[in-house]
């Protein structure tokens, strides 16, 4: 079982930054994908970016050239900075794990709590 905690968020003007991080209880090389999601109130979840083991990315439109993800695996930590931030960015952001498998009984899917980001005009 891993698990994955979220910290960092809080409340910025429009333009400021900030810099999510997600600790895993496990070692993240044990993952093949992670990646950071957002829901915004009265909004579905919505994928931010996801980056496989390999180091490959792939970011959502609405947050290409503003934010960037990072992993440092001896720190067994995902980041997420976030700059130039904008209202529309409001929402709770979960980090997610994820470790493939050819049987479905294996397959692992993981879950953080969420961080509130909160961006003011």
């Known amino acids: 079982q891993v698990q994955l905690v979220e910290s960092g968020g809080g409340l910025v003007q429009a333009g400021g930054s900030l810099r999510l991080s997600c600790t895993a209880s496990g070692n993240i090389r044990s993952l093949d994908a992670m990646g950071w999601y957002r829901q915004a109130p009265g909004k579905e979840r919505e994928l931010v970016v996801y980056i496989m083991d390999g180091g490959s990315t792939n970011y959502a439109d609405f947050v290409k050239d503003r934010f960037t993800v990072s992993r440092d695996n001896a720190k067994n930590t995902l980041y997420l900075q976030m700059n130039s931030l904008k209202p529309e960015d409001t929402a709770v952001y979960y980090c997610?794990?994820?470790?493939?498998?050819?049987?479905?009984?294996?397959?692992?899917?993981?879950w953080g709590q969420g961080t509130q980001v909160t961006v003011s005009s």
């Open positions: 997610y794990g994820y470790r493939r498998a050819l049987s479905p009984k294996y397959e692992r899917r993981y």
